[in-house]
């Protein structure tokens, strides 16, 4: 029993299983928060494209951070662990940094957008009063004309020719 407990010692400090294990959980996790912290940011990306937001750059940079989560990834899958958490938490920071701009972004196209609203009614009401306005103006005109030449007009009287 003794010598089976020696051994079993003896062979863990040689074979240091479980710190690669333990390296692979926390890498695996690292790598999660990393795809999550992507997919947030696309869909803070999306939301802002949706609200009229120009989003090219923040793409750009999505691009970037999808890049290295995939080198993360191949990284992880050939067991180099220590590149692949590395990777995993530099995307992080670009993950967050694109949250953040796109949430401004979207912000700044929602009040762009209620702004251009306003000013296309305000527009549109000036632009109806300034036509009714001119329509007034004409058919005073016209009706002045027609009064003017009323009192030469003859009147005509048809015979009856039966």
Sequence with gaps: M???FVFLSFGSFIYKGHYVFAQSDQTA???QAANNAIEQAFNNVSDAEKAGANVSSLLAQL???AGILAQAENSYRTGDFTTAAVQAESILPIAQGITNSAQHDRQS???SGEHAFWLTIAFSVIGALVFVFILFLVWGRFKRGYLEKLPYLKPEVA???V
């Design 109 to 111: 196209a929602l009040v």
């Design 159 to 161: 015979e009856n020719t």
């Design 29 to 31: 996790s690292k790598l």
């Design 63 to 65: 691009n970037v951070a």
């Design 2 to 4: 003794v010598t089976l």
